[in-house]
């Protein structure tokens, strides 16, 4: 079982940035895929990312790529999503979640966080 929780959420001006973080407790993120989805008011959850722990190797929805960096820290079994040059429809609720590494990246996942909030004011 992986317990996942994610902090660093907040409110940003247009422009502004902010890193979340996602850990785990319970076990380690070295067979995982991690992922980070986001839910706006009104909206179906959607992909923003995901970073396969063992290799670093990371995909991006296309409207994140090169404003958003998924990373990891070994030490702390951390993951972070830094979010640059955010944007208001970046606002919403966004999820880290785990799932078991495989070929391909994960179509669905196992294990999920709360959720922290965060809102880009224009």
């Known amino acids: 079982q992986v317990q996942l929780v994610e902090s660093g959420g907040g409110l940003v001006q247009a422009g502004g940035s902010l890193r979340l973080s996602c850990a785990a407790s319970g076990r380690t993120f070295s067979n995982y895929d991690v992922g980070w989805f986001r839910q706006a008011p009104g909206k179906e959850r959607e992909f923003v990312g995901a970073?396969?722990?063992?290799?670093?190797?990371?995909s991006y929805a296309d409207s994140v790529r090169g404003r958003f960096t998924i990373s990891r820290e070994y030490a702390k079994n951390t993951v972070y999503l830094q979010m640059n040059s955010l944007k208001p429809e970046d606002t919403a609720v966004y999820y880290c979640?785990?799932?078991?590494?495989?070929?391909?990246?994960?179509?669905?996942?196992?294990?999920w966080g709360q959720g922290t909030q965060v809102t880009v004011s224009s």
């Open positions: 970073i396969r722990w063992s290799a670093g190797t990371t």
């Open positions: 979640a785990a799932a078991v590494s495989k070929l391909r990246w994960p179509r669905t996942y196992d294990y």
